[in-house]
């Protein structure tokens, strides 16, 4: 236990550490994504599949535990145009960059999370796992372009006892500070 709490106390100056005197070690990403999706509705009927799109406005903050890996805690608030479900996602992300801080560089990206139970939102899980590449455009804001596959199932067992799910393909268009 005095092992955990000792690693618990170092883990955050060890993250710090990594920095040099003119890197920060600290992110902050936002983006718009895009996305095709193929909807299915699970419940005691046949399966229905529907075709539809959906739009998403997501921020992520975090900081590089390593020069080349970055993970981040995100919000964003995600719209699906088919069948007008909306939800707020609350999701965790990681980053491997191929240069270090992700300057002008490639990345492979994983997210999941869960979806916030709040009035007029369905409550669910998404996951996410893309390519991506950040664009410099000075020193301090960076532009960001990735493609992903994502899947999203919307909770609906009180209602209609069914799940929605949701498998998408997209684009994400942003900025990174």
Same mark, same amino acid.
């Given at each position: 236990?005095k092992t955990?709490?000792?690693?618990?106390? %170092?883990?955050?100056?060890?993250?710090?550490?990594?920095?040099?005197?003119?890197?920060?070690v600290?992110?902050?990403?936002?983006?718009?994504?895009?996305?095709?999706?193929?909807?299915?509705?699970?419940?005691n009927?046949?399966?229905?599949v529907?075709?539809?799109?959906?739009?998403?406005?997501?921020?992520?903050?975090?900081v590089?535990v390593?020069?080349?890996?970055?993970?981040?805690?995100g919000?964003?608030?995600?719209?699906?145009?088919?069948?007008?479900?909306?939800?707020?996602?609350?999701?965790?992300?990681?980053?491997?960059?191929?240069?270090?801080?992700?300057f002008?560089?490639?990345?492979?990206?994983?997210?999941?999370?869960?979806?916030?139970n709040i009035?007029?939102?369905?409550?669910?899980?998404?996951?996410?796992?893309?390519?991506?590449?950040?664009?410099?455009?000075?020193?301090?804001?960076?532009?960001?372009?990735?493609?992903?596959?994502?899947?999203?199932?919307?909770l609906?067992?009180?209602?209609?006892?069914?799940?929605?799910l %949701?498998?998408s %393909?997209g684009?994400?268009?942003?900025?990174?500070?």
């Amino acid at each position: 236990m005095k092992t955990v709490y000792l690693l618990f106390l %170092i883990f955050p100056s060890l993250c710090l550490s990594q920095g040099e005197a003119n890197q920060s070690v600290f992110t902050n990403t936002t983006t718009l994504e895009i996305f095709a999706n193929k909807e299915s509705n699970y419940s005691n009927q046949a399966i229905v599949v529907n075709e539809g799109f959906g739009i998403e406005l997501s921020t992520f903050n975090g900081v590089f535990v390593f020069k080349t890996l970055s993970i981040s805690l995100g919000v964003g608030i995600a719209f699906n145009v088919k069948d007008d479900y909306k939800s707020i996602p609350i999701v965790g992300d990681v980053k491997w960059y191929l240069k270090e801080y992700g300057f002008n560089s490639p990345y492979i990206l994983l997210n999941a999370g869960k979806s916030l139970n709040i009035s007029g939102f369905s409550k669910g899980y998404s996951s996410k796992l893309g390519i991506g590449y950040t664009f410099e455009s000075d020193y301090s804001v960076q532009y960001v372009v990735e493609a992903f596959a994502k899947s999203k199932t919307f909770l609906m067992i009180e209602e209609t006892n069914s799940n929605y799910l %949701i498998s998408s %393909i997209g684009l994400s268009l942003g900025f990174k500070l």
